[in-house]
């Protein structure tokens, strides 16, 4: 026990006391912090506005683009699409940059411009010439005949590069001339509002006890838990395998070997990463609840946070007992490619195999997301590889009756004994054998040996 | 047997990897207090049965003990085991890796502390503590693979090739490590192919090929068995003597002296009786004994034929 002990100090000592450690440990809150504060930085401070002289001889257009482009109006826009992006991770790319232009999009000041008694070209001239001199950044002549099919619009531009701004200009304008249209067709503004509003669908889920629960952001943070239990899993296998490979390749394995039973070494080995583990994802959630706690405290963010599913401390317990029977299903099995094989990179083709498993997990946890209490969810929930993926984004979606966790970790705990078994025999002896990498016969060979 | 008699016994061991067997039949004692010479050519079984000795592999049959007992977890504290193929963690401090070391021998941390300290002053490695391996010569690296062998103060010293790789002075100095061992009732068991400090260091021998058995016992025992009856001469007179088939069957000229095999059932003695009764005057004479070395390909070479 004495020596097992040293085993787990050491092999903890040895990953958390790397530089790789500190970095990735401090990176992945870094980089959550900036996808989550930085846009809302960004937001906070907005452009500078854009100065737009609009000629309007009719005078109809122009009051209700100033509406469309008001503070107001914009904040709206931009939260509606702050909201749907966080709803839709499928959105494709155009959409994507869409809703981002909505965000970013910074406001615009009219600024006055007396153009009656003026010839279109003496405006033109005068207009480009404030241009040129920066006084203005914009004009837009809008046509005697604007409701025409084939008017045109003059919009001319400082900042034509800009996306962000020409695409929300486009989109304001869009709306002022329809509505004018409308209103031309003698469709009073109430019928039109009425018309033209979007269908109220209501989204709530219910959970198993009929109470309603909000769905936006479940997405989300199922697939945050997801991903990070999948990237852990592949990261901390993996090394596993390549601590074992160097004990291997240096020939360490045979002082250790004189000096500890294999077995305690192994576990040592597995539960002494385990625990370094253990620390990352702990210091993971801690930072992930501090990140939501500020979050909560910006106006902006209140109504996306207040919509992510409640964590509790339960779901937490059951994220690290998940956890860690995932990792030692897939430790134990580094474990025993590592003592299989030669040299790291030898080990890597081998990895493969299980890090597909691993992605498949992963990419069932969709199909959880989507319907929790599927068939399909309650197999892929249950069965041992997948279950350490699977099981915690269903907890986080729609907890399952308690025995199916208590099922799920049986059957994973059992499928954890059975590879540790076989494991233990194949490092015993695959440690010693140097030169050659092993052949499945071989290793099977091991495994039936007493 | 009692512990101070023998430190390890192996009685009728055989070692089996699939068809091949590796080891057969094998029985020898250690005694303790003694430097123990395991001899052989390259693949005779030597790290096989080494291994298990230290309780890496078991026996398939046949018995191990040590120290009068089985062995156990807590009975390969008391070994140091240093292995052939040798390595260290690349990318530790030497002081971290000796730690550990300790630690698996079942050392308390303060001990280990004193321990590695004092062993690396020894070893002028003191200002190498802190770096990592991949710093370190090979030379140097080999010596923290000695220390971590004897750190914990081992009643028994398994060392399989020790020398190979280090250069005259670093052997020089094992060698003295080793001989102050043998002066604290330890025991040390050696495997080497250098038959010259196997002849300096050891005791007792055993010379094993192709997984047996072959030779085993006090270093003297072995030689005397061996004795091929040569005597050394350089002398003026007495060639009548030497030519006397009954006394001498074979002269060879060496330089300034000659090499006698003596005739059966002739002493020494009686050869320099003869020779002084003739008027010899004698300035050498010598009764060869058969070096480790000859021995060893002598046994060798003859099963090669066989």
Same mark, same amino acid.
């Given at each position: 026990m004495r020596k097992f002990l040293a085993v787990v100090k050491h092999e903890y000592k040895k990953v958390v006391l790397k530089w790789s450690f500190l970095i990735s440990t401090l990176l992945l809150p870094f980089l959550m912090a900036c996808f989550a504060v930085v846009p809302a930085i960004i937001f906070s401070l907005k452009g500078e506005a854009t100065r737009i002289v609009v000629v309007d001889p009719a005078g109809k257009v122009a009051p209700r683009l100033r509406e469309n482009l008001s503070v107001e109006k914009m904040?709206?826009?931009?939260?509606?699409?702050?909201?749907?992006?966080?709803?839709?991770?499928?959105?494709?790319?155009?959409?994507?940059?869409?809703?981002?232009?909505?965000?970013?999009?910074?406001?615009?000041?009219?600024v006055d411009f007396d153009s009656r008694q003026k010839t279109p070209e003496l405006v033109?001239?005068?207009?480009?010439?404030?241009?040129?001199?920066?006084?203005?950044?914009?004009?837009?002549?809008?046509?005697?005949?604007?409701?025409?099919?084939?008017?045109?619009?003059?919009?001319?531009?400082?900042?034509?590069?800009?996306?962000?701004?020409?695409?929300?200009?486009?989109?304001?304008?869009?709306?002022?001339?329809r509505s004018q249209r409308l209103a031309d067709a003698n469709i009073s503004e109430e019928k039109l509002k009425e018309l033209s509003g979007n269908v109220n669908l209501d989204k709530s889920g219910l959970n198993e006890k009929g109470e309603e629960k909000d769905s936006e952001g479940t997405w989300a943070a199922a697939f945050v838990i997801g991903l990070m239990i999948y990237i852990t899993l592949a990261i901390y296998g993996q090394a596993i395998m390549a601590a074992v490979v160097e004990e291997k390749e240096t020939r360490i394995a045979e002082i250790l070997f004189s000096s500890a039973r294999p077995f305690e070494l192994m576990m040592g080995k597995?539960?002494?990463?385990?625990?370094?583990?253990?620390?990352?994802?702990?210091?993971?959630?801690?930072?992930?609840?501090?990140?939501?706690?500020?979050?909560?405290?910006?106006?902006?963010?209140?109504?996306?946070?207040?919509?992510?599913?409640?964590?509790?401390?339960?779901?937490?317990?059951y994220f690290l007992i998940f956890f860690l029977l995932g990792y030692f299903i897939y430790a134990s099995i580094f474990a025993l490619i590592g003592s299989m094989v030669t040299t790291v990179q030898e080990g890597g083709q081998f990895a493969f195999p299980p890090i597909m498993i691993l992605l498949v997990g992963f990419y069932f946890s969709f199909a959880v997301i989507r319907d929790p209490n599927?068939?399909?969810?309650?197999?892929?929930?249950?069965?041992?590889?997948?279950?350490?993926?699977?099981?915690?984004?269903?907890?986080?979606?729609?907890?399952?009756?308690?025995?199916?966790?208590?099922?799920?970790?049986?059957?994973?705990?059992v499928a954890i004994a059975g590879l540790i078994w076989l494991a233990s025999r194949v490092y015993r002896v695959g440690m010693l054998m140097y030169g050659k990498r092993a052949t499945i016969p071989e290793v099977w060979k091991w495994i039936r040996q007493a | 047997?009692?512990?101070?008699?023998?430190?390890? $016994?192996?009685?009728? #061991?055989?070692?089996?990897? &699939?068809?091949?067997? =590796?080891?057969?039949?094998?029985?020898?004692?250690? $005694?303790?207090?003694? #430097?123990?010479?395991?001899? &052989?050519?390259?693949? =005779?079984?030597?790290t096989t049965t080494i291994r298990m000795i230290v309780g890496i592999t078991g026996p398939d049959e046949g018995t191990i003990e040590l120290f009068g007992q089985r062995m156990s977890s807590e009975m390969q504290n008391r070994l140091g085991y240093l292995p052939e193929e040798r390595g260290l963690y690349k990318k530790m401090k030497i002081v971290d890796q000796l730690r550990y070391f300790a630690a698996l021998k079942g050392m308390a941390s303060a001990d280990a502390d004193k321990k590695i300290d004092f062993w690396l002053e020894r070893m002028n490695l003191a200002e190498w503590k802190n770096k990592k391996t991949t710093d370190l010569s090979k030379g140097m690296q080999q010596k923290v693979q000695?220390?971590?062998?004897?750190?914990?103060?081992?009643d028994l010293l398994i060392l399989d090739e020790p020398f190979s790789g280090l250069d005259p002075i670093n052997v020089e100095f094992m060698i003295e490590v080793l001989s102050e061992f043998k002066t604290q009732?330890?025991?040390?068991?050696?495997?080497?192919?250098?038959?010259?400090?196997?002849?300096?260091?050891?005791?007792?021998?055993?010379?094993?090929?192709?997984?047996?058995?072959?030779?085993?016992?006090s270093l003297r025992e072995v030689k005397a068995s061996f004795g091929k009856n040569l005597v050394a001469l350089r002398a003026v007179g007495g060639e009548a003597v030497l030519r006397d088939a009954s006394l001498a069957t074979k002269v060879t000229t060496h330089s300034d002296e000659l090499e006698i095999q003596l005739a059966e059932g002739v002493s020494a003695q009686m050869l320099l009786a003869k020779l002084l009764e003739n008027g010899a005057v004698i300035s050498k004479f010598e009764q060869i004994e058969p070096s480790l070395n000859d021995i060893f390909i002598d046994q060798i070479g003859g099963f090669k034929e066989s």
């Open positions: 904040m709206e826009k931009a939260e509606k699409a702050m909201k749907d992006s966080l709803k839709d991770l499928n959105a494709s790319q155009e959409e994507k940059m869409r809703q981002n232009t909505e965000v970013f999009s910074s406001g615009f000041r009219f033109r001239r005068e207009l480009a010439q404030k241009i040129a001199a920066g006084e203005i950044d914009a004009y837009l002549l809008v046509p005697e005949n604007f409701t025409a099919k084939d008017a045109v619009f003059e919009f001319r531009s400082r900042k034509a590069g800009d996306f962000v701004v020409s695409s929300a200009f486009e989109d304001a304008l869009n709306e002022a001339v597995l539960v002494g990463v385990g625990l370094a583990g253990l620390t990352q994802l702990a210091i993971w959630v801690v930072s992930a609840a501090a990140l939501l706690s500020f979050l909560a405290l910006q106006a902006d963010f209140s109504r996306i946070i207040a919509s992510i599913p409640a964590i509790t401390p339960l779901m937490i317990t599927s068939s399909l969810s309650f197999w892929v929930s249950i069965a041992p590889f997948f279950a350490p993926i699977t099981m915690p984004v269903r907890i986080l979606a729609e907890t399952p009756p308690f025995w199916q966790i208590a099922l799920s970790i049986v059957v994973n705990a | 047997m009692s512990e101070t008699e023998a430190t390890l $016994r192996l009685e009728n #061991v055989t070692k089996r990897f &699939g068809d091949f067997t =590796a080891v057969e039949d094998l029985s020898f004692n250690v $005694r303790a207090g003694r #430097v123990f010479g395991f001899l &052989g050519p390259n693949g =005779a079984g030597k000695f220390i971590s062998t004897v750190l914990h103060d081992p009732d330890k025991t040390v068991i050696f495997s080497t192919h250098l038959m010259e400090t196997a002849e300096r260091l050891c005791n007792d021998i055993l010379l094993i090929n192709k997984a047996r058995k072959v030779v085993s016992g």
